[in-house]
């Protein structure tokens, strides 16, 4: 069971923005960093962001992450088709000793 | 270019054992901390455990769910990570990724913790 929350789906129409939330509590959200993967259908995840608002190189800007209290989300600007894929985020979680995922998000390009 | 290759996954009757390999290239292993990360078919992500690098003697810790049947492993003089995996169950089945850590903490004293490079995963089926 997952102790990350995320909305099972999200979409938008091309050029839109589109954000997805993650829940979490003080054990790992609020008390520490929050990352992101992306995975395409049949391929390994790939890191989006991290340290919470971080992004690796080759990872667009119109790309973002934020965080608020126990809370952090990840917006997609300029929505485009190959967006298409599912989203995790991620923390470690002080209570757990553990690295926790998000419960994943699917996210279509209308 | 960093990469990693798993190996050793297959099909395993429940309370069998199985060991899975991953061989590193383009990185000094030994710098590194390494994860094993692992998908049940159609399902999230789940974090398997973690060996910690040279520097800091190589602990490891696991999640709730493969603490005392799974041990990870490691050769640097081998470049590759290993998982021993024990007293296997059905809900074992999964995808199973090695991936590169990389763990501080920053000025504001957050745990900083991410995966930055993954290999393309081996598919355990834990089935009789």
């Known amino acids: 069971q997952s102790v990350l929350t995320q909305p099972p789906s999200a979409s938008g129409t091309p050029g839109q923005r589109v954000t997805i939330s993650c829940s979490g509590s003080s054990s790992n959200i609020g008390s520490n960093t929050v990352n992101w993967y992306q995975q395409l259908p049949g391929t390994a995840p790939k890191l989006l962001i991290y340290s919470t608002n971080q992004r690796p190189s080759g990872v667009p800007d119109r790309l973002s992450g934020s965080k608020s209290g126990t809370s952090a989300s990840l917006a997609l600007s300029g929505l485009q088709s190959e967006d298409e894929a599912d989203y995790y985020c991620a923390a470690w979680d002080d209570s757990l000793n553990g690295y926790v995922f998000g419960t994943g998000t699917k996210v279509t390009v209308l | 270019e960093v990469q990693l290759a798993e190996s050793g996954g297959g099909l395993v009757q429940p309370g069998g054992s199985l060991r899975l390999s991953c061989a590193a290239s383009?990185?000094?292993?030994?710098?590194?901390?390494m994860a094993w990360v692992r998908q049940a078919p159609g399902k999230g992500l789940e974090w398997v455990g973690r060996?910690?690098?040279?520097?800091?003697?190589?602990?490891?810790e696991y999640a709730a769910s493969v603490k005392g049947r799974f041990t990870i492993s490691r050769d640097d003089s081998k470049n590759s990570l290993y998982l021993q995996m024990n007293s296997l169950k059905t809900e074992d089945t999964a995808v199973y990724y090695c991936?590169?850590?990389?763990?501080?903490?920053?000025?504001?004293?957050?745990?900083?913790?991410?995966?930055?490079?993954w290999g393309q995963g081996t598919l355990v089926t834990v089935s009789s």
């Open positions: 991936a590169r850590g990389s763990a501080y903490y920053d000025s504001n004293g957050y745990f900083n913790y991410y995966f930055d490079y």
């Open positions: 383009g990185l000094t292993l030994s710098d590194h901390d």
């Open positions: 060996i910690r690098n040279k520097a800091n003697n190589y602990p490891t």
